[in-house]
């Protein structure tokens, strides 16, 4: 028979999920703000801008 200490509960899981859904809400969220850092700083481009510098790479053939 198995060991009820190794055994996890369903509701251990449900925490356990929840837990790592909160940190990938706040890990997308990070990656969110630093979009908008880029529009504050004027870290952007157009997308001729894109084109110029990405062409040879196949980018918007």
């Known amino acids: ?23 990938e809400n706040a890990r997308i969220g990070a990656i969110i703000e630093t979009g908008f850092k880029d529009f504050e700083t004027g870290n952007t481009l157009t997308e001729d801008e894109m084109v110029a510098t990405f062409e040879k790479y196949g980018w918007h053939k």
């Open 1 to 23: 028979m198995a060991s009820m200490a190794g055994m996890i509960s369903h509701q251990q899981k449900e925490k356990c999920f929840m837990n790592s859904e909160e940190v």
